[in-house]
């Protein structure tokens, strides 16, 4: 039997970050958004014994690993434990989202492997209770649309948004580690260079500015608190944002932990310009053209055989 499930990369429209908690993790106060760029993973089983075998196709799967660092593994093992069988399965995973960028294409993938897991074990629980075993980002994958993450970013919500929205992702080559990220916003803060966030709560102007429909309006309302440490870390980025907001987009920013810079733009035919533009200047390795929202983690295909 085979099945297979996609789930989409997220952006943050705000991401606000709290101080180091005593378990090692930052208390967040994000909202999320899904994007149409999805990752898709399917599971085929084996002959008892085989264990899993994990392969990675598509335009980003390099660097992706096939060992239990691999999100999409971890998620299928800890559907089997559950069940109580045995873990043998080939895991095709075919990567559309960039790798280390900021995009959750990790998380993306968990929450696929969880999917079709469940579907292919007849596992009924909880879903979102173990992909929060797993990761921050991977409960929100489930939901997909527009949603507020708190905690660290594994409790969410749906917010009401109205329209469309239109990206432009621009990946860098090198990946950044999230982990060294968050240390270095931690060491900013030490030093005075930046300061944590008076309120650790959703940005109301943010959520009225989705409630409009607007693009103009969420593009006033856009924040990210380790966009700072990223730059700290990696100086270029600057220059995709500065090239991005010269070249006529509402808004730029770093998304998530970076590398990866998104900016928000008007329409689709906006969005092929600044892409023109982007692509013309090679301050980016790729450029993309991604829609917002999308569906969330979904069965899109079983074979049985």
């Excluded at 991401?15 to 599971?43: C, F």
């Excluded at 043998?88 to 989202?97: A, G, N, P, V, Y």
Aim: hydrophobic content about 45%; overall charge negative.
């Amino acid at each position: 039997m085979k099945v297979t499930a996609s789930a989409p990369a997220k952006i943050n429209l705000q991401l606000s970050v709290g101080g180091l908690r005593a378990d090692g993790y930052h208390d967040l106060v994000t909202v999320y958004q899904a994007l149409d760029l999805k990752d898709e993973v399917s599971l085929t089983e084996r002959a008892d014994g085989m264990g899993i075998q994990c392969i990675s196709l598509g335009e980003f799967n390099s660097g992706v690993p096939s060992d239990d660092t691999n999100l999409a593994v971890r998620a299928a093992r800890l559907v089997a434990d559950q069940v109580g069988v045995s873990c043998d399965l080939s895991i095709e995973i075919t990567k559309r989202i960039p790798v280390a960028a900021g995009l959750a294409g990790g998380s993306a993938d968990a929450a696929a492997a969880l999917v079709a897991a469940a579907e292919l074990y007849g596992y009924g629980g909880n879903l979102q209770l173990l992909a929060a075993q797993l990761g921050s980002d991977i409960g929100f994958s489930f939901l997909g649309g527009t949603a507020l993450g708190t905690s660290r970013g594994e409790v969410v919500v749906p917010v009401m948004s109205r329209g469309e929205y239109w990206w432009v992702i621009m990946s860098a080559s090198n990946g950044l580690s999230t982990p060294r990220v968050y240390q270095k916003l931690d060491q900013l803060r030490d030093e005075g260079a930046v300061k944590e966030p008076m309120q650790m709560q959703p940005k109301q102007e943010l959520l009225q500015a989705l409630l409009s429909g607007s693009a103009n309006q969420l593009a006033t309302q856009l924040t990210n608190d380790l966009q700072p440490a990223a730059l700290a870390i990696a100086p270029k980025l600057q220059r995709v944002i500065d090239a991005a907001m010269d070249d006529g987009a509402l808004a730029a920013l770093v998304a998530g932990s970076g590398p990866t810079c998104v900016a928000l733009v008007k329409d689709y035919e906006h969005a092929l310009d600044v892409a023109a533009r982007i692509s013309g200047q090679n301050v980016a390795s790729r450029v993309l053209i991604s829609r917002a929202p999308a569906s969330g983690a979904e069965i899109v295909s079983i074979e049985r055989g």
